[in-house]
């Protein structure tokens, strides 16, 4: 009699494939089988897996060559109720027999008392799977609303285990990665182009996350994405625990603040170049997308950099990258959308472009007003003959940056583009100081605070021609003739 061996195991606590193995050779010794094949697969039979057991697939070919399969105890053959009843229908089509080593018995299932013996067992190993399943499913659940971590470690946190017992004891930042997650999540925030962190990061020689051989953009999307770096809504002091999509307080302190985080996160996720074009590759300020500016035609623009033809200088310009219906000069046109943005930010209510005023901001942007006024006057005591020392003037700033730090925290619209936040800090300060904090924006955190403040901005057709006679403020005129605006409602 011509039979197979068939060994499996989906976990360390059970009875490793090895010992299977053996058993089932010394069984089909003792009966005085044949053994045509050892297989083996280490992957679990139950219908919660999604892997393929290729050893077992060849088996069930197998069987019209086969006289028996040798198994450890039915439950290693398959969990599957189904499944298991239909390689019990296939044995007996074929008349092979099925031996469990661990019953020490050679079943039929020919045999309609055998047949019933088997499938009983298949129905135990299917109520047995269901069943750890279900208490695995519950202890998931219930480290998740405790806070506690689960899966592989994050980048950026370690996890303390006790050296005896090896429990679980907590999870904490770690001391060299946290600074980098920290740092990622500044830089995105701020709108600098992906290629340029990883650039930074592998020219700093930062070990890449995840063991890998460079830092690549994948990695940094998905480290943004991450719930577990995050404050736990309403709370500081912890950070975010996910499990199917419901947040859970965590027992570890998040990495960055939320302000950070809802900028960083939407920074990645309303990019008005992304998917289409990489960050990297943005050159111009209008170009490659409707949420920017669009045509008449419904087109978005696209950039033409300078060249020459026949002799004659031609000056970057935008064109309709549909049907070239309107074509712009591309200096004036920035300029002037430029002077749009500024003097909308430039205004007290800017802010409220991206979220409703709340009380608490409210209250919270008047304790950030009060606590500058109060330091701007121990300066000018410091300044002003008679007044207080420098000593003072440094304890009183030390003991004030913690409440600015905080009140400033509560005054930021959540959710609004990091270099958004800048320019409104630099309106606080004065209407002068906008245009150069907007000067000193990366082109892609520039194109978010456009996509952001506007809700459409079209170029119409040309009304009057530009040439190289043009006065500039005529320029600037006949280029604001040509578009129309609406802002952004909150």
């Known amino acids: 009699m011509r039979a197979v061996i068939y060994g499996r195991s989906s976990t360390a606590k059970e009875k490793s494939i090895t010992d299977q193995v053996a058993g089932c050779r010394l069984a089909a010794a003792a009966q005085g ?50 499944s298991w009843a239909t390689f019990l229908d296939d044995c007996r089509t074929h008349e092979v027999k099925i031996h469990a080593v661990s019953h020490n018995r050679t079943y039929d299932p020919g045999n309609a008392r055998d047949y019933r013996s088997l499938a009983e067992d298949g129905v135990d190993s299917a109520y047995e799977s269901d069943r750890l399943s279900g208490r695995v499913k519950r202890g998931k659940a219930s480290a998740a609303a405790s806070g506690k971590p689960a899966g592989k470690t994050c980048y950026g946190l370690e996890r303390v285990y006790d050296p005896h017992t090896r429990d679980y004891v907590a999870q904490r930042p770690h001391p060299d990665q946290a600074a980098v997650v920290q740092r990622i999540f500044r ?58 999509g419901t947040l859970f307080p965590a027992t570890w302190p998040p990495l960055v603040d939320e302000a950070t985080w809802a900028a960083a996160h939407a920074a990645l996720a309303a990019r008005p170049d992304a998917p289409t074009k990489r960050p990297g590759s943005v050159r111009h300020l209008l170009s490659g997308s409707v949420r920017l ?18 002799g004659m200088v031609r000056e970057p310009a935008y064109t309709c990258s549909g049907d070239w219906c309107v074509s712009a000069p591309m200096a004036d046109l920035d300029e002037y959308v430029t002077q749009l943005v500024v003097a909308r930010l430039s205004k007290k209510d800017a802010r409220h472009l991206w979220v409703a005023d709340t009380t608490g901001a409210r209250s919270a942007a008047d304790e950030l007003a009060r606590l500058r006024t109060e330091l701007e006057e121990a300066r000018a005591s410091f300044a002003a003959p008679g007044g207080i020392s420098a000593a003072a003037l440094a304890m009183k700033e030390q003991a004030m940056a913690p409440a600015m730090a905080d009140a400033e925290r509560r005054a930021r619209p959540a959710g609004a583009p990091l270099a958004a936040l800048k ?25 978010e605070v456009i996509a952001g403040l506007f809700s459409s901005l079209r170029l119409g057709p040309v009304t009057v021609r530009i040439n190289r006679w043009t006065a500039p403020e005529e320029r600037l005129a006949i280029v604001a003739e040509r578009i129309t605006h609406e802002w952004r409602k909150p």
């Open 33 to 82: 089988w044949t053994v045509a094949a050892e297989l083996s697969d280490p992957v679990s039979a139950s219908r919660y897996s999604r892997k393929i057991r290729e050893n077992w697939s060849r088996l069930l070919t197998m069987l019209p060559t086969l006289d028996a399969v040798v198994l450890w105890e039915p439950s290693r053959g398959d969990r599957s109720l189904a």
């Open 187 to 244: 830089e995105v925030a701020a709108g600098t182009p992906i290629s340029r962190i990883t650039r930074d990061l592998m020219r700093d020689q930062i070990p890449p996350a995840q063991g890998g051989a460079v830092w690549r953009r994948t990695t940094i999307t998905a480290m943004v994405k991450r719930a577990a770096y995050r404050p736990y809504p309403g709370r500081n002091d912890v950070a975010c625990r996910e499990h199917h």
């Open 293 to 310: 500016m669009v045509c008449p035609c419904g087109s978005a623009l696209s950039g033409r950099p300078r060249s020459t033809l026949r």
């Open 423 to 447: 320019l409104l800090d630099a309106a606080k300060i004065g209407k002068d100081r906008v245009r150069p904090a907007w000067e000193s924006l990366p082109i892609t955190a520039k194109r």
